[in-house]
């Protein structure tokens, strides 16, 4: 099935679906609308940022945002990607899957600033290899 219209979902909308944001805006160009958002919008997390920036990824124009600010018609495949955490509920008709994966930060673990970037780049390489396989799946 080909899904014009894709929103990621996790709860702080700081990692893992900025990433697949950037992530799928890359592989896709303007053959897919690619949304994020979460429950509990903050900012996106620079350790992303730096693990997109490694595979030349754009990044200007991620942003936190609330789940309620997605219009419900505007999206047709909801994937959400949280693991340990209720991921937010988003209203309306779509497809949904989940990449479960864990949240990279770790924020209770005392990680050394490689550590992190390396939880990143493991969460970033899942997602992409996700992506390819959508890619796949969609004849794009």
Not at 24 to 43: I, K, L, N
Not at 64 to 82: E, F, M, Q, R
């Amino acid at each position: 099935m080909k899904h014009r219209s894709l929103l990621f979902l996790c709860v702080a909308n700081s990692a893992r679906s900025q990433m697949a944001e950037a992530l799928a805006r890359h592989r896709f160009c303007d053959a897919v609308r690619v949304q994020s958002a979460g429950s509990a919008p903050g900012r996106v997390n620079p350790y992303a940022v730096r693990a997109l920036a490694e595979l030349g990824v754009d990044t200007s124009a991620l942003h936190s945002k609330h789940v309620d600010t997605i219009d419900p018609a505007s999206v047709d495949l909801v994937i959400t990607l949280c693991a340990e955490e209720s991921c937010p509920l988003f209203l309306g008709d779509a497809e949904r899957v989940s990449w479960a994966m864990p949240d990279p930060d770790r924020k209770d673990e005392p990680l050394a600033d490689e550590q992190r970037l390396e939880n990143f780049r493991v969460a970033r390489d899942a997602i992409d290899a996700q992506l390819e396989a959508l890619a796949r799946s969609m004849d794009l």
